[in-house]
């Protein structure tokens, strides 16, 4: 069995993160108000530089096999990203 890529849709643009405005509350009272910018470097747009498919089993007529799919970004990842991988039926 051979897997092909065929199709890889990013996000149409890509923003920073910029500055995030808070204001702690207590009660009726305001304890303190500020904002926060995050590093103009800390996100980037990047490319998927490998992407490797391991069956976990390949014995004939064996259902069902279960894959790992490794990729390894060119860039960092932030915690709590994902990608979709959509097999066909």
Same mark, same amino acid.
């Given at each position: 069995?051979? !897997? @092909?890529?065929?199709? +890889? /849709? ?9 500055? &995030? *405005? #808070? ?19 800390? !996100? @980037?747009?990047?490319? +998927? /530089? ?9 014995? &004939? *007529? #064996? ?27």
């Amino acid at each position: 069995m051979t !897997f @092909t890529v065929d199709a +890889i /849709t990013n996000p149409g643009n890509f923003e920073d993160t910029g500055s &995030a *405005a #808070f204001t702690m509350t207590f009660g009726d009272g305001k304890i303190d108000e500020g904002t926060y910018t995050m590093a103009s470097n800390l !996100f @980037t747009p990047s490319t +998927i /530089t490998s992407m490797s498919i391991y069956a976990h089993d390949r014995t &004939a *007529a #064996f259902f069902p096999v279960k894959y790992s799919f490794t990729l390894t970004p060119k860039a960092r990842v932030a915690k709590g990203s994902y990608i979709i991988i959509t097999l066909p039926p």
